[in-house]
């Protein structure tokens, strides 16, 4: 039935926009489908609609920015000087990134993504009227396009328009495009459907109140005024609906057929061949893993896991089921994923270690090759050993978060929940915590959270506890740029980042083409 449903969402797309284009040329007729007569249910117009959720798809690269220049994952200069890239990864590492680096994407993504609910919410308005539902459904989902350009880019254009768009839209403050996003959603949220089970991957009224949650978590961020007392407030309306609930293990949320998950408030249905861009496996596996989960090609064993963050986790803390650390085996030793503990091997005997005397070796001079410890065997670390300036493929812990079917190569077929209930748990909770240090309703949702992960209640909550409760549950989520930001460490040192202070980063620049291609941006101060 998922597969199902997504090869309808892209044909639906394909003929949304040939709906939506006009020519001078008299067309060629070959169908009699048009606006008027196809949107003759509820069935297709929100299958119609769905054309405006494509550019999530993307969403998944919005990791570079949000993952791997926090104090979490990382992706140092390998063996072979691989991961160097002219000095582009380092540079995203240190907080040096520039308008060339990585920006376009996410700004592409998300203007793409309020370009589509543009354009539908005119189709829409013309044929079903202005007040139809999935007129609120389009403007709430392109709140949340907005939201992310808001929160990577600051000073952002706003545009509402498809068929009269400004070509050169001007931009407009932080707190104007806090309070478009705000008037869209509370203007929308309340309209929308409360049936979550008909609306899968897509907007309904609690995902409406999970975007004002984080939208007012973060207003002191972006806008310099907080709005706890709310973020608390719209995050309870969620809560008290019943409509979701923790899942009893953590892992059950990020295996392959999650669609079922009790968590998922609002997900990307990612779909191997069908919907895909979910390309995780291939950046943050080490090579031998094609050998482990039998698929090729050979992943390129960039992203890793910071030392410091790894062993931030109890030892008894499920949810460090989501690294691959140690020894690392074929196919044959049964490579699985189970909801409670995450990944691990079933069946790991010593005739099926993999081996490797190449791959990091002969990267080094002789002399240097003597400084590295170890055998042929691929034996992951959590620390790092730098030699000349590099590291080994070895090193670094894997992501083992979202589970790898065998034989599935490149893409992953893993829903990418945006938003989960324990998230939403933690927004909440963080709220609360900032109105009040001893609130005990906060200390009760991070229990809840920390005790499917295995762990002792804690009595109290300081600002570090929730602020690694969270950065702990949400690893790997495209949340940790935020979270690190609204906790004041995003200027801190870590593992390949020391001494840039700019506070001017907490933002990243306007891209480049975009500036060329339109005269009213200007850049973001800084930079």
């Known amino acids: 039935m998922k597969k199902i449903k997504k090869i309808y969402f892209l044909i639906i797309t394909t003929l949304i926009v040939i709906f939506s284009q006009s020519c001078e040329l008299e067309p060629e007729i070959f169908s009699e489908i048009t606006p008027d007569n196809f949107f003759q249910n509820q069935a297709q117009v929100a299958s119609a609609a769905s054309a405006a959720y494509t550019p999530l798809y993307g969403y998944w690269g919005l990791h570079d920015l949000s993952e ?5 994952s990382t992706v140092p200069v390998r063996s072979n000087n691989g991961w160097d890239d002219g000095g582009l990864w380092p540079r995203l590492v240190r907080h040096d990134f520039n308008e060339r680096d990585f920006v376009n994407g996410p700004w592409n993504m998300a203007s793409g993504g309020i370009s589509s609910c543009n354009r539908l919410i ?21 709140a949340f396009y907005t939201y992310v350009l808001l929160s990577y880019f600051g000073n952002i254009p706003i545009q ?12 407009v403050s932080p707190q104007e495009a806090f309070n478009f996003i705000e008037g869209e959603l509370l203007a929308s949220i309340d309209n929308l459907t409360e049936d979550k089970n008909s609306t899968y991957a897509k907007v309904n009224k609690w995902v409406g109140y999970t975007i004002l949650t984080q939208l007012y978590l973060n207003s002191q961020r972006i806008t310099g005024v907080e709005n706890w007392r709310k973020a608390a407030d719209a995050a309870n309306v969620v809560i008290n609906s019943g409509a979701y609930d923790l899942e009893s293990g953590y892992f059950a949320n990020f295996k392959t057929e999650n669609q079922g998950s009790r968590e998922n408030i609002f997900v990307i249905p990612y779909e191997r061949f069908i919907a895909g861009g979910f390309g995780l496996k291939m950046s943050a596996l080490h090579q031998s893993a094609s050998g482990t989960f039998d698929f090729s090609p050979t992943p390129w064993g960039g992203f890793s896991i910071q030392e410091d963050f790894y062993k ?63 055998e042929c065997n691929i034996f992951i670390t959590p620390e790092y050993q730098e030699v000349g300036g590099r590291f080994l493929y070895r090193n670094g812990a894997r992501y083992g978060k979202y589970e790898y079917k065998i034989g599935e190569p490149f893409d992953i077929s893993t829903d990418f929940p945006i938003y989960r209930f324990a998230g939403l748990m933690l927004m909440r909770a963080e709220a609360l915590w900032r109105i009040n240090n001893s609130d005990t309703e906060a200390v009760m949702l991070v229990n809840m959270v920390r005790q499917r992960a295995g762990l002792d209640p804690v009595s109290s909550l300081t600002e570090d506890d929730i602020y690694w409760e969270i950065k ?13 930001i609204r906790f004041g460490h995003w200027e801190d040192n870590w593992f390949l980042r020391t001494g840039n202070k700019e506070e001017f980063r907490r933002i990243y620049p306007i891209p480049v083409n975009q500036l060329q291609s339109n005269p009213n941006l200007k850049q973001n101060p800084g930079y």
């Open 68 to 72: 791997l220049t926090t104090d979490q």
């Open 122 to 142: 005119e189709i829409f308005s013309n044929t079903l009227g202005e007040t139809a539902p999935v007129i609120y459904e389009l403007r709430t989902l392109r």
């Open 160 to 171: 509402t328009s498809f068929s009269n768009a400004d070509p050169a839209p001007k931009q």
């Open 312 to 374: 931030a986790y109890d030892e008894d803390d499920k949810r460090r089921g989501m690294f691959i650390v140690g020894q690392q085996y074929t196919v044959s030793a049964a490579p699985s994923y189970s909801d409670d503990i995450g990944f691990f091997y079933a069946n790991p005997r010593d005739e099926f270690k993999l081996t490797n005397c190449i791959e990091d070796w002969d990267n080094f001079t002789t002399d240097l090759q003597a400084q590295i410890e170890g």
């Open 472 to 484: 702990k549950e949400l690893a790997m989520e495209n949340h940790a740029r935020e979270i690190t």
